[in-house]
């Protein structure tokens, strides 16, 4: 089975620039959840969708969103980049949104 | 604001000893405790989960709640070399899926 996929891996953007970030979860599973990790405050829980629905949202900003689509597959999007959006952003699956994540790789992000 | 708290190491042990990671959690309504592990570079994967006061233990690995003392830890016995990674407590707030509140790790390091 294959594992969750993000796109890209790696990118760099400038300030004010907006990024989209893909997630294409395991097959099956049904929750998409998006984490921020950075080496201050660790691993930050963005947005969480089930079945194309927003269930929960952490405590970012406006800037950040996301959605998911039909067939599971996620995007998140930051507009209007800050040098301190630099981060792995983490997209993980689960089969019914329970606490049993599987990660995928990340997608590094570098806004200079 | 809800938190976990985990002592950020580095924790050294020698191989063949026995690892004890500890967590603690501020929500008491708090449903579900995970430990990820994460290697360098890499990203987190799930190895222990429980939902229960006890211990529960899979292979080396012992998953040990007390929800009273709002206390999670893992124990790894026969502690080796590639258990060196950081380890990392979640717990799923009560009440929100899909969502997981992560403490900031605790660097292991297994000495040969």
């Known amino acids: 089975k294959a594992g969750v996929t993000q796109t890209p891996r790696y990118l760099i953007k400038t300030r004010g620039q907006q990024v989209t970030l893909s997630c294409s979860p395991i097959?099956?599973?049904?929750?998409v959840s998006w984490y921020q990790q950075t080496p201050g405050q660790g691993l930050q829980f963005l947005f969480e969708y089930f079945s194309e629905t927003q269930r929960n949202k952490g405590n970012f900003p406006g800037r950040f969103s996301g959605r998911q689509f039909s067939n599971s597959r996620s995007e998140m999007n930051v507009s209007t980049l800050e040098l301190g959006d630099s981060a792995l952003y983490l997209c993980?699956?689960?089969?019914?949104?329970?606490?049993?994540?599987?990660f995928g790789e990340g997608s590094r992000l570098t806004v200079l | 604001q809800k938190e976990v708290e985990q002592n950020s190491g580095p924790l050294s042990v020698p191989e063949g000893a026995i690892a004890s990671l500890n967590c603690t959690y501020s929500?008491?309504?708090?449903?579900?405790f995970f430990w990820y592990r994460q290697y360098s570079g890499k990203s987190p994967e799930l190895i222990m989960f429980?939902?229960?006061?006890g211990d529960k233990e899979d292979g080396r690995f012992t998953a040990q709640l007390n929800k009273a003392s709002q206390y999670v830890s893992l124990l790894i016995r026969d502690s080796q070399p590639s258990d060196s990674a950081t380890y990392l407590c979640?717990?799923?707030?009560?009440?929100?899926?899909?969502?997981?509140?992560f403490g900031k790790g605790t660097k292991l390091s297994v000495k040969p």
């Open positions: 929500d008491r309504g708090s449903q579900s």
């Open positions: 097959s099956g599973h049904r929750s």
């Open positions: 429980i939902y229960s006061n």
């Open positions: 979640a717990v799923n707030p009560l009440g929100s899926q899909g969502n997981l509140i």
């Open positions: 993980a699956s689960s089969p019914q949104g329970s606490g049993e994540l599987f």
